[in-house]
């Protein structure tokens, strides 16, 4: 038998979409293969300038996956599709429909490589929130929420809101121990599989690739956060 021979990692660029406010106040950029990589600015032009500035904050992420190399390899940003997002999008400066290209359902390779990446970035996260301090720098982002009130506002927006899109339904706070969160964590990842197969009542205007993404995007943002209001004396590595 021939032995294995490694797959070269081959150079592709990074597939972007520009999802634009309906009143042009705000714009997002994101990575389509890369689920979580996302940013938002005033313009486009900002956004894209803004996701790249992310590239190596991402990095690790991608590392945590299993697709470290494939995403060194990567080459620059470019734009696939430039569509109108939603009156969230002018607000918050966030996705909050799926693209073109999200669409139901996914090939299974597909899937598990998302799957992947979002399982990395809760990795990416639960590190974050173990080394930054509990008392957050102040400023306009979050409120000034300190690092508790940011753990607890993700787990629950995603456990608790977001899970329900693919037919979850757990107590309050029911994610909020480390058991729990364990539990939700692989109970969410199951019932992903299982929609994506076919089963459960589809949703009405999410995808499950926007699902993953926007599940990835929530825990990034907010591990970022958390980085970047760190008061600790040893900062985290961005």
Same mark, same amino acid.
């Given at each position: 038998m021939r032995p294995d021979i490694p797959r070269p990692v081959i150079a592709r660029p990074v597939r972007v979409i520009i999802e634009r406010g309906p009143k042009g106040k705000k714009s997002v950029v994101f990575a389509l293969d890369w689920s979580g990589w996302n940013r938002g600015a005033k313009t486009p032009e900002l956004a894209l300038e803004v996701l790249e500035s992310y590239r190596q904050r991402y990095r690790p992420v991608a590392v945590e996956a299993g697709f470290g190399d494939e995403f060194d390899a990567a080459g620059g940003l470019e734009v696939v599709e430039d569509r109108a997002g939603t009156g969230s999008t002018d607000f918050w400066g966030i996705s909050f429909s799926p693209s073109s290209t999200e669409q139901d359902p996914m090939d299974p390779e597909e899937m598990e490589r998302r799957?992947? *990446?979002l399982q990395a970035a809760w990795s990416y996260f639960d590190d974050v929130a173990? *080394?930054?301090?509990?008392?957050? /720098? /102040?400023?306009?982002?979050?409120?000034?929420?300190?690092?508790?009130?940011?753990?607890?506002?993700?787990?629950?927006?995603?456990?608790?809101?977001?899970a329900k899109k693919v037919g979850i339904r757990i107590p309050e706070e029911a994610a909020l121990t480390p058991a729990g969160l364990r539990k939700h964590r692989e109970g969410y990842v199951a019932a992903m599989r299982a929609y994506n197969a076919g089963e459960g009542k589809p949703m009405r205007s999410w995808t499950l690739p926007f699902l993953i993404r926007h599940s990835a995007f929530h825990v990034l943002d907010h591990a970022w956060e958390m980085e970047d209001k760190n008061l600790a004396e040893s900062p985290t590595a961005s």
């Open positions: 799957i992947r *990446l173990a *080394l930054v301090s509990a008392e957050m /720098r /102040r400023g306009p982002r979050g409120g000034g929420r300190d690092r508790d009130q940011i753990v607890r506002h993700v787990i629950r927006n995603e456990s608790e809101e977001f």
